[in-house]
């Protein structure tokens, strides 16, 4: 098994083992997997060996190999890749691979011999090779597949592209014998002077000094790691505050005997009291966007922090303070550069739609795939909301029960953030919306994913609709709504194009920002979605052509008209409507 990943892995002693890797497609699953992997040649004339890395294809890493070369476009299924370096290790120095993610499964091979394997598509995992190393020449060799399961995470039916493949950072990390390996560092839960947190030592040497410095605060904070390297940390202070206007980070550095480790952190309280979202104590409406971990103008997944400043640039333009990353967890350049905007972030597991919840070691997935995505990300104070789960089907089998312990495994692991789930289970009847999911109360906000206007006509004027909500004091979110259309599809095209046309998803957008004004407890929207995106079960050839078009910029950038309904929203010019002028 992999190990969870070490906290701030970019930031380390790093070699970068990106570039080109050569490949072996193995569409069949060759069952030769102990020759390719032991990368095996053939000694005398008649050993044949019927693959080799040697002549083979390569593809760039981080990257997924289906936007890479057209064979591959719709691959789902194994590809073995091969990386060589040479590294020495000095003593009392160990080495870690590191993956910032694989599309799906993954194991790894070290100089012919299995060093581990990690299942889940987004996140992040090392392996320690200390030890491991040959002088001179060391062959990495990683087997990737990135078939749907059903018993997988997202199971195996989703709306969105499957990419496969490395698709994030492959780094050499060297650190000391006794290193830092994670860290938490943020406001405690309900203040605004109280830093605390914890630092955990990995090694021989556990019981150590341990220091937190933060310069533009004077902070020089000691303690003790125990016999686990184990060390709590609370530090008073004054300090500024991160929010979307002022996204305040200080420099913080971590520090031992043996190990240094730097970072950048804001601090900011996020909280509910009754039916408000509150930042730093004082309510905040979200006006957020859906993004999918997508860059349009490769086609490809995004992973580099220009992609992310592309995606990010476009949230800010249309007036959003909050982006949710769905249905899974985004590269960590697009959570770190969120926050760097003043962008609070929705992070979201691929727990998507039809899981399997009763299949067996599902628990265990949920629970690892949970700590994989907050040990990442708990010192981002830009992220405010974890979700974990959208639209699953609530008479799916165990369904509650699964995802009742995952929020509480979640309130275990962080109890700074707000927990929720998107939810499409809503009745909408008499032009009435009834939100009733019995998840509902395990979560800190009711969040509803609803398409009227586009799934489901309207049954009254949009200003008409009526709420029936579980619970009466909590934050109501809409988490999704939009419809499609083709960019540039507009008034004058013929009337069977008439519901992919610019002017109908405009029409949308005027209705939900109309029926926004009829929601009680309204603490913020997120239209679906940014920009269109890559979907194979999108498959309308003349106005999708595998595309969902529910984006408010086309695939190409371009802005279609809705967009500016939104824009209009979000920056105040809708009367009576803005989030700011809405009636309690
Ligand atoms: C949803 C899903 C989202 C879909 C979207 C759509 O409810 O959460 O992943 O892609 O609807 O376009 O239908």
């Known amino acids: 098994m992999g190990q969870t990943a070490m ?44 693959y080799s890395f040697d002549g083979s294809p390569m593809l760039n890493v981080p990257g997924d190999f289906n936007s890479q070369m057209t064979e591959l476009t719709y ?14 290790l000095q003593p009392n120095k160990r080495l870690f691979v590191y993956f910032g993610a694989v599309n799906y499964t993954t194991d790894v091979y070290l100089n012919g011999v299995p060093i581990g394997s990690h299942e889940g598509g987004f996140t992040p995992f090392q392996f320690e090779i200390t030890g491991k190393l040959k002088p001179g020449e060391n062959s990495l060799i990683v087997r990737v597949n990135n078939r749907r399961h059903a018993d997988g995470l997202p199971g195996s039916g989703y709306d969105w592209f499957n990419y496969g493949g490395i698709t994030r950072d492959v780094l050499l990390i060297e650190t000391t014998d006794s290193y830092i390996k994670d860290y938490s560092i943020g406001l405690q839960k309900n203040s605004t002077a109280t830093i605390t947190g914890w630092i955990q030592i990995d090694g021989s040497h556990l019981s150590q000094m341990i ?30 505050l991160w929010s979307p206007d002022s996204p305040k980070l200080y420099k913080v550095t971590v520090q031992c005997k043996t190990d240094t480790v730097t970072d950048e952190i804001g601090f900011r309280q996020i909280s509910v009291r009754g039916p408000q979202i509150l930042l730093n104590g004082k309510p905040v409406f979200l006006k957020g966007i859906n993004i999918h971990e997508e860059i349009p103008q490769r086609s490809s997944r995004a992973w580099s922090e220009s992609d992310a400043l592309v995606l990010l640039s476009w949230a800010r333009e249309l007036g959003c303070n909050m982006v949710r990353l769905i249905h899974y967890p985004h590269n960590e350049n697009m959570v770190r550069l969120a ?8 992070e979201e597991l691929p727990v998507y739609q039809g899981i399997e919840f009763t299949s067996p070691g599902m628990d265990q997935k949920l629970g690892l795939m949970l700590r994989e995505m907050i040990t990442r990300d708990r010192n981002r104070c830009g992220v405010i909301i974890w979700s974990i ?34 939810m499409s289970s809503q009745r909408y009847e008499n032009n009435t919306f009834e939100l009733w999911d019995p998840l509902y109360p395990w979560f800190d906000i009711m969040a509803i994913n609803e398409y009227a206007g586009w799934y489901i006509s309207w049954q009254g004027k949009p200003k008409d609709t009526k709420w029936k909500l579980i619970i009466h004091d909590k934050p109501v979110f809409v988490s999704e709504f939009g419809g499609e259309a083709l960019y540039g599809n507009t008034a004058g095209a013929p009337d069977e194009a008439f519901s992919w046309r610019e002017e109908y998803q405009e029409q949308i957008y005027k209705d939900q920002v109309e029926m926004f004004g009829t929601i009680p407890n309204l603490s913020g929207v997120c239209p679906w979605i940014l920009v269109d995106y890559r979907s194979p079960v999108r498959m309308h050839p003349v106005y999708q052509q595998g595309w969902n078009r529910k984006g408010l910029l086309s695939d190409r950038g371009d802005k279609k008209k809705a967009w500016f309904v939104m824009k209009n929203y979000y920056e105040g010019g809708t009367r009576d409507m803005e989030p700011g002028a809405r009636k309690k």
């Open 211 to 240: 220091e937190v410095l933060i310069p533009e605060l004077n902070i020089l904070y000691k303690s003790q790691s125990n016999e686990k390297g184990f060390a709590e940390i609370k530090i008073n202070s004054k300090m500024k």
């Open 389 to 422: 789960s959208n639209e699953t089907n609530p008479s799916a089998p165990n369904r509650n029960e699964a995802l009742i312990k995952l929020s509480q495994q979640c309130r275990q692991l962080d109890s700074t953030r707000l927990i929720t789930s998107a």
């Open 75 to 88: 691959y789902e299924g194994m590809v073995w890749y091969k990386k060589t370096f040479n590294y020495s």
């Open 339 to 346: 926050e760097k905007m003043g962008l609070m972030v929705w």
């Open 7 to 50: 906290m701030n892995a970019l930031t380390r002693h790093t070699t970068s083992l990106n570039g080109k890797w050569q490949v072996i497609i193995d569409p069949l699953e060759s069952g030769n997997w102990k020759q390719i992997w032991e990368d095996r040649k053939s000694e005398k004339k008649t050993d044949f060996v019927e």
